[in-house]
């Protein structure tokens, strides 16, 4: 698995679904940057393209095979990439890839990856049917 790719270009064809830089109140005294909060960046990455596919309201109900490859710092430019992997009756599974390009670099570090699993959500608040398709991926 390479770690580095040039000119910040993961092949996606959608570009990230979230980008944000590393803040100090993200931060632990160390300077590193909390790994709920790189979590919680990836949960909102991967909940909107959930969104999107599902048409509506989703809702996380699982994370798996979640792995941090590199430290985050503050001041780091952060992606997430966001792929539909699987879609069930009523629940889809979003593979979210971040990376980082810190400074005014242009290599991409790619520093965790998981797959998250959501539900689509009706309007009585209890899971409903992804509708047919291929949008919003």
């Known amino acids: 698995m390479a770690d580095q790719e040039p000119d910040f ?30 979590l919680a960046q990836m949960d909102v990455a991967g909940g909107m393209v959930a969104a999107r596919r599902a048409g509506g309201r989703v809702a996380t109900v699982g994370i798996e095979a979640m792995k941090f490859h590199q430290p985050v710092l503050i001041g ?23 990376w980082i390009r810190r400074g005014q670099g242009r290599i991409a570090t790619k520093v965790t990856e998981g797959v998250f699993t ?10 409903r049917p992804v509708p047919p398709g291929e949008g919003g991926t």
């Open 9 to 38: 270009s993961p092949d996606f064809s959608h570009g990230p679904a979230l980008r944000t830089i590393a803040m100090p109140a993200d931060a632990n005294p160390n300077g590193d940057i909390f790994g709920g909060w790189l």
């Open 76 to 98: 780091d430019e952060v992606s997430c990439y966001c792929t539909v992997q699987r879609i069930g009756r009523t629940s889809m599974a979003v593979k979210v890839d971040t």
């Open 118 to 127: 959501y539900v689509a959500i009706g309007e009585d608040r209890r899971p």
